[in-house]
């Protein structure tokens, strides 16, 4: 009976919050589009006209169901737990002196302290977080570092610190406490052990262990159960991406906290997502020698536009070399169809780049 009741209130909260979203949705798209909404008068059926259609999400790479307020608290293990809105994440440690929490996504905001909240009034802990750790200076993922006040230690890398003094955003105050390699966080009898390995997806991004609970809280990296964001992450070194794979692989955790999306990650998901990389990589590179450049060149050439010559030719190849990964990968990895096209255009810039693999742009005979 009271389940009964329970499911009730929770299918009425989730059609409310649904219809509202819808509703949210709706505008921007309107909004987004004023003179086709006059042209063809408001409604859903040119939205749908305007916006793509995806391939289903694998039920593998959802995570657990919100509650009405938009989040998902969980354990990881022992006194380490996990938030989402299941679109970022962030992890805490409650212990006998306070809370210490990794990163701030503005998305999950205040809910950050309803969760943590919530599980210090089931364990008894104090619920003050007094150590906030960034993992790197980006907004999407520490926006929210605002909320915990100034009395709080906020422990992050040198360049993070460097980059937050550039930016002056008052929602992310430089850090207190920085370092440069390592450094060891011990609170009320919880460890945490945080390690910089050199640039990757941003200058500044770090490795985040907690190794009682074997976790590795490492952002932007890897993403359990999905191909990687736009771009590999907009990374802005690509080597170094692709190496911090193989860097968060040696270490021997069990958990994997990503920062993105809505569950956490298990070992396969690494290995998944470097056999990912792998063969796009693979693709990318058989594309740049099969795919003749001539048309591109003979097109835009003599009308001397040299940046449609190289569009056009980029484009080609990130979407030859995508197709048969999408194919591979749909129904395994979460939006393979959405995002394999622009990580192949990032690897295919690295290898051009960074690798020297220039194509027809290479040493003229
Ligand atoms: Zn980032």
């Known amino acids: 009976m009271n389940a009964d009741r329970a499911t ?32 063809l008068g408001a409604g859903e059926a040119q939205a749908a006209a305007v916006l793509p259609d995806y391939a289903p999400i694998p039920e593998a790479s959802k995570g657990p169901a919100l509650n009405d307020r938009g989040y998902f608290v969980g354990r990881i293990d022992g006194d380490l737990h996990w938030v989402t809105d299941s679109s970022y994440q962030a992890m805490f440690l409650t ?7 990794v990163d701030a996504p503005p998305t999950i905001g205040h809910n950050l302290l309803r969760a943590i909240e919530e599980v210090t009034r089931a364990n008894g802990r104090p619920r003050k977080v007094t150590h906030l750790v960034y993992s790197h200076s980006h907004a999407d993922h520490i926006g929210a570092a605002s909320i915990f006040g100034r009395d709080v230690v906020r422990i992050g890398h040198t360049e993070t610190a460097r980059f937050l003094r550039r930016d002056a955003d008052p929602n992310r ?33 770090i490795f985040v262990y907690a190794p009682k609970q074997e976790t590795l809280m490492v952002v932007d990296v890897l993403y359990p159960g999905w191909v990687p964001f736009k771009n590999l992450a907009v990374s802005q070194d690509i080597p170094g991406w692709l190496r911090a794979h193989g860097i968060a692989m040696r270490y021997p955790w069990r958990t994997l906290v990503g920062g993105h999306l809505g569950r956490l990650g298990a070992r396969a998901d690494g290995h998944l997502q470097q056999r990912y990389l792998a063969d796009l990589q693979t693709s990318v590179r058989d594309t740049v020698s099969s795919l003749d450049p001539a048309p591109f060149f003979g097109k835009y050439g003599p009308a001397g536009n040299s940046w449609a010559v190289f569009a056009a ?15 591979d990968y749909l129904g395994i990895l979460a939006a393979a169809d959405v995002f394999t096209k622009d990580n192949a255009f990032g690897l295919l810039e690295s290898l051009r780049i960074d690798a020297g693999l220039l194509g027809p742009f290479g040493i003229r005979p």
């Open 95 to 101: 212990t006998r002196q306070g809370v210490v929490l």
């Open 173 to 205: 105050p430089a850090p207190t406490l920085t370092f440069d390699d390592h450094h060891v966080l011990q609170v009320g009898g919880e460890r945490l052990e945080l390690a910089y390995h050199g640039p990757n997806h941003s200058p500044d991004n």
């Open 313 to 327: 030719y980029l484009n080609a190849v990130a979407e030859q070399a995508a197709a048969p990964v999408i194919a």
């Open 8 to 39: 009730g209130s929770d299918a009425t909260a989730s059609t409310t919050h649904s219809s509202r979203r819808t509703f949210l949705a709706r505008a921007a798209v309107a909004s987004a589009l004023p003179l086709a909404a006059g042209l």
